[in-house]
C-alpha cells in the first residue's frame, strides 16, 4: 500500500488508495454481519461498565481507608451481603464497631474479633456523604450491566451450539466464550487458515529477517479486544490441571517466561476455536502428558543425563508387553 517515497501529501495518499482500489490490489478487512457486530458492541460496553463498576469499588474501599476503616483486610468482598449491611449502617450513622462485627454473616462469623479491629474508625460526614454517592454509583452500573446481560443472552441464543462447543475448552465459561464469538463471528471462511485468525488477533510470532538471520520481533498489536480474551483465558487455564493447554504453558513459562508464554498459547487457544468453527468438530483434549509422549527418546535421554549428573550408573532394559 505505500507509495513511492518523496513529497506525500494526503491527497496524494488518497489518489493513491483509490487508484489501487480501482485495480483490486487492496486487501479487504474482516467486517462481520451486521447481527456479529450488534453483539461486539453489546460485549465491549458490558465491559466497560464492568471496568466502571470495579473503579467505584476501589474509591469506596479509599474512603473507607481514610476513614480508618480496614474492611478489606479482613472480607474479601466489600460489597458482599455482609459488607454491604455494614456499610448501610454507617450511612445510618452507626459507629461502634461491636454493632457493626456483629453484622456479619457466614464465613465472617468466626473473623467477628478481626472484624472489631477493622472497623475501629471515624467515620465523618463527608465520608458518608462519598460512601453514598459512590454506591449509588455501584447500583446504577450493576443494574446496567444486569440489563445488557439479559439483551446480550437473548442475542447468543442462536449460536447456543457453537457456545457449548467453545466452553468444552478448560478454563473458557460463558462470557469469554460470548467475547470470542462476538469478536470473530461465526464464518471461518473470511480467514483463509488458522494462521491468518492468529495474526488478525495479534498473537502470531512476529517475522523480522535481516542479512539471511531471523531477528527478535514483537507480535502486532492485532485485535486489542479479542488479544486481551485470549490472555485472561489462558491465565485461568495456567491455574487449571491435567489438560494439554495447561501443560504448554507451564513447559513454555520455565523456559521463555511467564508473558510469552501466555502469548504463545493464546496462539494455539485461537488456533483451537478455528478448527472448532471451521471443521464443526467438538474439542478433543490431548492431555497433560502429551508432550512426554511426543519425544519419548529425547525424554529417556533427558532422564539419563539427570541421573548420571548425580552419581548413579544407569541401564536400560526396554520392558515387552505380553499380551494375556
Known sequence: MKAVPGHKTDIKDSEWLA???RHGLLRASFIPPKPIRDLRDLVRHRKTLVRHRAQAINRVQKVLET????????????LGASGRDMLDAMLAGIGDAETLAGLARGRLRPKIPALREALDGRVEATHRLLLRQLLD???????QID????DIDARLVPHEKLLM???QIPGLGPLAAAAILAEIGTDMTCFPSAKHLASWAGVAPGNKQSGGKRLKAHAN???????????????????TKDNYLSAQYHRLAHRIGKKKAIVAVSHSLVTIIYHLFQDNEDYHELGSHYFETLDT?????????RLQALGYKVSLEEITEVSA
Do not use: P
Not at 221 to 239: D, F, M, P, Q, Y
Not at 297 to 305: F, G, K, L, M, S
Open 19 to 21: 487508484d489501487l482500489l
Open 67 to 78: 476513614a480508618n476503616i480496614k474492611l478489606s483486610s479482613v472480607a474479601c468482598d466489600v
Open 137 to 143: 454509583v455501584i447500583d446504577f452500573l450493576q443494574g
Open 147 to 150: 440489563a445488557i446481560s439479559t
Open 165 to 167: 462447543r467453545l466452553m
Open 221 to 239: 498489536k492485532g485485535n486489542t479486544h479479542l488479544r486481551a480474551v485470549l490472555a485472561e483465558v489462558v491465565w485461568v487455564i495456567s491455574h
Open 297 to 305: 527418546t529425547r525424554q529417556r535421554d533427558t532422564a539419563v543425563r
